[in-house]
């Protein structure tokens, strides 16, 4: 706890927490608000922009005038022409005239001005003024005064083709094209340079608050000119805080806040969830989720992340409820929305967003029984955020028009990191030993190595298996549990049978029991080793400890009644140990275990049934019930007497389909 505490302190932002809380369009509900001392009113973010704009209206680009350039294309024409020209077909008495009419066009061109386009510069039409720069005297020019490369290429092809004395116009055309190259060139870092000293005198504030001078009054609807003034406030107010605030101070007050947080996390787990509460493994990975959420909410406001509602807020319920249950990921929640709600902006707005979002979370998720389960409720995480964004939205404007919906692609953002809550959550399994519904859904698959193996060495418990699985996990979702956990406690309770399948009636051939060829003791220890096997096979297959459980308890400490009398009546001279013929135990300590250990004493027991109908049924399921209460099996399981009566009903209502029996309706069986 003190270290989670201590780590969230000093990773929280150290500035002042501004006292006021103000939207626009709102209605200001507190006292007069009058300036404690003078500052400046900051502008607008669109201000700030057109102002920039402005300014950049005022810095022309600057072009380079490179003379050079000329003299190369000239020289190149000059060779070119005479390589082509004995290639061209052309009389020899017409290359005077051809060189010269080329020659003149390209002198034109470049006496004009040859340059390209920028393009940030043609933001207000094609053309724009620029200034050229040539032997260090500058001039003001329009792109109109000069020639772009394209517009040089239809000077070219208009004056050869209005020229009657030449005959092969293409030829000429192509030749001096060829030779276009700009010589105004644009000088970009000198440009920039001009831009960056323009800007230099862009002001960010506009007029000032005097001190004592009223920002808003009481019942004053907070317009787009006083939310200025109090934004502006709160930023002098933090900067000022910077200065003259006691740091010290407000490391105090956040740890605080984090100890409070923290200590009522604590006290909610002692209350009302103590295995958590005495257990450190889980504990600490319950502090680390809340410690790693509000440390990325910390880093996100140092480098200033443009919207904390970037953060996926959402991940945290939605690991906790996965790994723990759903009281605990939405108590959680509201702790971690609570300190967050000290160091973002809009506290109420982002409080409402974020506990409304998380409990969606939690709900769409309560039994995760499908890994599609997981989209599913990030599409209803999207879905909420949007309904509160509008409604938030319409409170603030009153107009769908001034809706900026670019501010909703954050929550857009968030959600899909919410997503890496499923490899989170395969992590944390495997760093703190905590099994989730995720990997009960996988181990409940029949196809996985250890219930094959059940399935081929001995298929009559398998069998038993997959009905103890049926029964147990409709009465469990019935009186309220993990049904997830339940059927997968079932699907395993009985691995240990593998070891030595034909020593159980449910895998034996008719007339082949091995039981007969030795002892009642040896008999007896054989079935209760299946216990012990079974935890064996368990955790060497890394099958999670809660699922173990399950294993142990299903027998609690209960005899093997069937060797044990037929050793009393067959010796009754002889003195015998109880405990050779009773199971270790632990008895069950869960509503999950107790209702297993039912399901299969009732399951195995209605195998012996002959001839089964309503009645024998229904007797069936009292006498197994009423015997493991006698014996005290469900003394440590949270199960009460209504919910025993309603698991008898549906384990009779359950092995009567199985049997298909046709009920009498006249008879109260069940």
Request: aromatic residues 12%.
């Amino acid at each position: 706890m003190l270290i989670c505490v201590i780590f969230v302190t000093l990773s929280l932002p150290k500035q002042a927490r501004f006292r006021f809380e103000y939207e626009k369009g709102k209605v200001w509900m507190q006292k007069d608000l009058y300036s404690p001392y003078s500052f400046s009113i900051q502008k607008t973010s669109d201000e700030i922009e057109k102002d920039r704009d402005d300014i950049l209206k005022t810095v022309l680009p600057i072009y380079q005038k490179d003379d050079q350039v000329i003299d190369n294309e000239l020289d190149g024409f000059n060779s070119e022409f005479e390589t082509k020209w004995r290639s061209s077909g052309i009389a020899e008495n017409k290359k005077e005239n051809y060189y010269l009419v080329g020659s003149s066009i390209l002198k034109d061109i470049y006496k004009r001005g040859l340059m390209s386009p920028v393009k940030k510069y043609q933001r207000y039409g094609e053309n724009y003024n620029f200034s050229l720069i040539q032997n260090n005297l500058a001039s003001q020019l329009n792109t109109t005064d000069a020639l772009y490369i394209s517009n040089a290429q239809r000077l070219i092809k208009e004056k050869i083709s209005r020229n009657g004395e030449i005959e092969n116009k293409e030829w000429l055309t192509q030749l001096v094209s060829s030779h276009l190259s700009p010589n105004y060139l644009y000088d970009a870092e000198l440009t920039e340079k001009l831009e960056e000293n323009a800007l230099s005198s862009l002001s960010l504030t506009r007029g000032m608050v005097q001190k004592g001078e009223l920002i808003v009054g009481n019942g004053t609807m907070v317009n787009s000119s006083i939310y200025q003034k109090l934004e502006s406030l709160r930023t002098a107010y933090e900067e000022d805080a910077k200065v003259s605030g006691n740091s010290q101070l407000i490391l105090l007050g956040q740890f605080l806040l984090s100890g409070l947080i923290i200590t009522l996390l604590i006290i909610f787990l002692y209350l009302f969830r103590k295995d958590i509460y005495v257990d450190n493994r889980q504990l600490a990975l319950i502090l680390l989720v809340i410690t790693g959420m509000l440390v990325t909410l910390s880093w996100a406001i140092r480098i200033k992340v443009p919207s904390v509602y970037y953060i996926p807020f959402c991940i945290v319920p939605i690991i906790i409820r996965i790994l723990f249950d759903t009281r605990l990921a939405l108590n959680i929640h509201l702790l971690v929305v609570l300190i967050a709600g000290f160091f973002v902006p809009n506290s109420f707005e982002f409080a409402f967003l974020q506990i409304s979002a998380g409990m969606v979370a939690i709900y769409s998720i309560k039994n995760l029984i499908k890994r599609e389960q997981f989209l599913t409720s990030a599409l209803l995480i999207l879905l909420n955020y949007f309904i509160a964004f509008l409604g938030i939205s319409l409170i603030r404007d009153g107009s769908f028009g001034d809706i900026e919906w670019l501010n909703f692609l954050p929550f857009v953002f968030s959600v899909l990191l919410s997503l890496l809550a499923y490899p989170l959550i395969y992590a944390f399994e495997r760093m703190f030993g905590i099994t989730s519904d995720v990997t009960l859904m996988e181990l409940t698959n029949t196809n996985s190595k250890l219930l094959r193996d059940l399935a081929f060495k001995a298929p009559g418990t398998f069998q038993h298996s997959l009905q103890v699985a049926n029964l147990a996990e409709a009465a469990i979702f019935k009186i309220g549990g993990n049904t997830l956990l339940v059927r997968a406690g079932a699907l395993y309770h009985d691995i240990g049978k593998t070891v030595n399948p034909h020593f159980f009636i449910e895998n034996q051939n008719r007339g082949n029991n091995p039981h007969d060829s030795i002892s009642y003791e040896q008999s007896a220890q054989i079935i209760i080793q299946h216990v012990n096997k079974g935890v064996e096979i368990a955790r060497k297959n890394n099958i999670p400890e809660m699922l173990i459980d399950f294993i142990r308890t299903h027998h609690g400490n209960t005899r093997v009644d069937y060797f044990y009398q037929s050793f009393l009546k067959n010796f009754p001279e002889k003195f015998v140990d109880e405990n050779i013929f009773r199971y270790p135990g632990p008895i069950p300590f869960s509503k999950e275990t107790a209702v297993l250990m039912l399901a299969d004493s009732v399951e195995a027991a209605s195998r012996s049934l002959k001839d089964p109908d309503a009645i024998s049924i229904s007797a069936l399921v009292e006498r197994i019930i009423d015997y493991k209460l006698d014996q005290g099996q469900l003394t440590n399981s949270n199960i009460t007497l209504k919910d025993i009566e309603t698991i008898k009903l549906i384990f009779k209502t359950m092995l009567m389909g199985i049997y298909h029996v046709r009920i009498d309706y006249e008879l109260d069986v069940v």
